[in-house]
């Protein structure tokens, strides 16, 4: 059986994935959904042509990440693809969090992805892909956003890593890494610090997000980086000091 398993799927980027691929990936027979939100993901699931498996699963539950575990030892599939997409992120000042909202960062988008990534891989085949949901956050350090910025860091260095060690069973490793994407994320992100103007302004849609993820997985890019401003940062970020880049950053607040 080929299936696509997609964490973060009820809601957001996560959620997307599902629908795009779900109109025009023909050789998957199922896919598996995967996220805390049961009632979320089964609304999605009626929504699919596919056929879709919903997993409720909180990934950072050591006991969750057992039964999926077990499933997959079941059910042996061949997973054509995973996609990452489970992640959040708070902003404000490092202290100022309370202490679980600021380890959870840790556990949900290092962790618990680290953990899926490496119960999938042994199920993958030649032309498997693997999709990182990363951030345009894993350019520069962020003052204001430091422990997402950091995890996203972790998931962009993990990525490229994976990508050359799976080069050789023929697995794509694809990291995402947009700026602002207009999803769910800034319910939570803005507890205790609002997000800034300009970023505001530069934010874009999940759908051409997703969409030029898929492009460049297909096209077996190392990284997908949506918009031109984004693409502005990265070059950036890999051209001038970041000293200076946190001091004009700092200007702008
Ligand atoms: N939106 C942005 O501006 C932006 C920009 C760059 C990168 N990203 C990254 O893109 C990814 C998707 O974000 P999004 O914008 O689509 O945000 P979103 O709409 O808030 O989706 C986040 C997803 O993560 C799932 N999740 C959170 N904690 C979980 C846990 N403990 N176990 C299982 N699933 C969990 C949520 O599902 P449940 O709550 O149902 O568990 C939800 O489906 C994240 O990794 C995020 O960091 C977002």
Not at 221 to 240: C, D, E, I, N, Q
Request: glycine share 4%.
């Amino acid at each position: 059986m080929n299936i696509v398993i997609i964490t973060g799927a009820s809601s957001g980027m996560g959620k997307e994935f599902a629908l795009q691929l779900d109109a025009g990936l023909y050789t998957v027979d199922e896919f598996w959904l995967v996220a805390r939100r049961k009632d979320r993901l089964e609304e999605l699931a009626a929504q699919l042509d596919h056929m879709a498996k919903v997993i409720p699963a909180d990934l950072t539950c050591e006991e969750d990440m057992e039964k999926f575990r077990k499933l997959l030892k079941e059910e042996r599939p061949v997973i054509r693809m995973l996609i990452n997409s489970s992640g959040y992120g708070i902003m404000g000042r490092f202290t100022e969090m309370e202490r679980q909202e600021r380890l959870g960062m840790v556990d949900v988008n290092c962790r618990a992805l680290t953990d899926m990534t490496c119960a999938c891989i042994p199920y993958m085949k030649k032309n498997s892909r693997l999709i990182m949901m990363a951030s345009s956050a894993a350019f520069l350090p962020q003052p204001g956003f430091a422990v997402y910025a950091a995890t996203k860091s972790y998931v962009l260095s993990l990525s490229r890593a994976l990508r050359e060690e799976l080069r050789e069973k023929g697995i794509y490793v694809t990291a995402v890494c947009p700026g602002p994407v207009r999803t769910e994320f800034f319910d939570r992100a803005e507890k205790y610090a609002a997000t800034l103007a300009v970023k505001k302004f530069s934010c874009v849609e999940p759908e051409d997000v997703v969409r030029a993820a898929l492009t460049a997985s297909a096209r077996n890019r190392a990284m997908s980086v949506y918009s031109p401003l984004m693409k502005g940062f990265h070059l950036l970020s890999k051209t001038l000091p970041h000293s200076l880049l946190l001091e004009i950053a700092q200007k702008m607040k």
